[in-house]
């Protein structure tokens, strides 16, 4: 299979594989136990949160705080925030984000607290002018993704962070989980009070993550119980998983081939856009605000799960942003608040690349997809807009 | 076929599970494309899923369906719905099609047993299909030239038929009327002229 779904989920790398095995076998105990045992359990975990804390550049290892995923972190970070501070209930964040932000703010508007939520423009970048005018000095907290999972778009974590330190007394929470391991990172020079990271994104395992607290920012716990993670997150430690994250930590930040993997992404994205002539990017089309794996095409007037399944069959792994999870199906949250036209969300592909593709990957990929689509414009009825679209490109 | 893998909602494994016919229909589907002029259209699309589909049918004189056609763009059950649809009325009257058209239940055994989310596909291929089919009926009953008006084109009910049932039988719905001489069992096209020819001949009585 060729898997350019790499912001649903990465496969575990060999050399994470092989940090975690002795953890799953030969070398046991609670790392809570003051035996040996334990502690060597203790010292492996204490070096996978320096491999954390080492490559989003935190200031201390005792700001990363294992979690079991990426949306524990987010809930954490957010409901902790509101435990904490009770009166604070004025919330901003964006259209755009993960439903592990998206939704948990919702819920939050429905039972009391108040959320502003950021547009984004058709390209889904931010108006940081919409964020100065909505801050007040009442404002708890304020979340924001540095990458878009279904786009990759950037927003400019630091530019906002500014912005939240200038205009209130805020607690800024970055939802980071698409952007580690792709750009580089240095919390301890941002503004940023909290970042929540997954492991699966970036070759661990699935079932562990991190949520970075910044030196001097309180947070209740999450999980009450014994006194793990210095009383922050209760729960006996994951440590298996937590070597691996720590593990895919330390594979990221010596990996050498970003610039490879970008490569192969423009090639993708260039070759697609000028081959089918009813495909057209979904996000901003510069570059360098865009993560260097990802591209979120739209191949107007068919469907995109009837890409997907036809790509699935030929062996290519991809994501759509049209799927029926449930009775009504809709186009993605993302993509309508970019106000991309309903024809075209409805054939949108995520394809996102990693560390394990090949250049002879994505030709066979850019060889296999023309063909599909072009049995799916066929079948489209709306052929007239179809014709009309191939016209005005001639 | 590794089929199952990157999908959310379980579609491809439970079609998998239930016909492997729908899994072939999706990925080789039939009876795409535009039948041959005169042809008729018929049109239904889905508020909910964003599903568009268009139907269109020739028919020769003895209303029999020679060609079925579809376009889609919709998901994988909706395209093999219509592939299996096209089949199925291929080579019938009008009539047995849009009586066939619509049953609920069309295509249950074909498709077997859909996700709840997607139970509505079948149901919008048979709407756009009995639509085609009253295109051609209103046609045909604008061009017929027999001597007695003809309502129902499905079943070939005429007028005077008609009002002979309502009037025999003392007849007051559109269910009995269809009941009593088959108008109406198709595509329901004449339901409007019924309810006229039942609303008139029981003021006359």
Known sequence: MIYLDNNATTRVAPEVFEAMQPYLNEVY????????????????VEHAREQVAALIGAADPGEIVFTSCGSESDNWAIGGFLEQNPTRRHIITTRVEHEAVRNLCE??????????????????????????????????????????????????????GKIVRENSDAVFHVDGVQAVGKIPLDLKNSSVDLFALSGH?????????ALYIRSG?????????????????????????????????????TFEEHER???LRNKLEDEILSAIPNARLNGTPDRSQRLPNTTNISFEYVEGENILLHLD????????????????????????????????AQGSIRFSLGRYNTEEEIDYTLKILPEIIGKLVEMSPYDKELRALTMRQL | MHLSRAWKSGIITSMQRNSSLTVELFFNPKHVGEATEPRFIGRSSSFQCGATLRVSL?????????????????????????????????????????????QAEALKDKLGALPVERSGCPALVREALVSAIQEYS??????????????????????????????????????????ACNAGAGCRSCYSLIEDILEEVNREQ
């Open chain 1, 29 to 44: 105990g609670n790392p809570s136990s003051a035996h040996s045992l334990g502690q060597e359990m203790k010292a492996a």
């Open chain 1, 107 to 160: 819920h939050l508007a429905e039972i009391g607290c108040e959320v502003t939520w950021l547009d984004v423009n058709e390209i889904g970048e931010l108006n940081l002018d919409d964020l100065r005018r909505t801050l007040r000095r009442d404002t708890g907290i304020v979340s924001v993704m540095l990458a878009n999972n279904e786009t990759g778009v950037l927003f400019p974590m630091e530019e906002i």
């Open chain 1, 201 to 209: 994104k970036l070759h661990a395992p699935q079932g562990v993550g």
């Open chain 1, 217 to 253: 920012v309180k947070l209740p716990p999450f999980i009450i119980g014994g006194g793990q993670e210095r009383g922050r997150r209760a729960g006996t430690s994951a440590v298996p998983n937590i070597v691996g994250l720590g593990a895919a930590c330390e594979l990221a930040r």
């Open chain 1, 261 to 263: 993997i970008e490569r």
């Open chain 1, 313 to 344: 069959k030929a062996g290519v792994c991809v994501s759509t942003g049209s799927a029926c999870h449930s009775a009504t199906k809709q186009s993605s949250p993302t993509l309508r608040a970019m106000n991309v036209p309903y024809t075209a």
């Open chain 2, 58 to 102: 020739h028919i020769d004189e003895s209303a029999q369906i020679t060609e079925a056609k579809f376009k889609a763009a919709g998901c994988s059950v909706l395209v093999a719905s219509a592939s299996l649809l096209m089949d199925q009325v291929l080579g019938k009257t009008t009539g047995e099609a849009a009586a066939f058209g619509q």
């Open chain 2, 138 to 179: 209103d046609m045909a009953r604008d061009e017929w030239e027999g001597d007695e008006a003809l309502i129902c084109t499905c079943f070939g009910v005429s007028e005077r038929r008609i009002e002979n049932e309502i009037e025999s039988g003392g007849l007051r719905t559109i269910m009995e009327v269809t009941k």
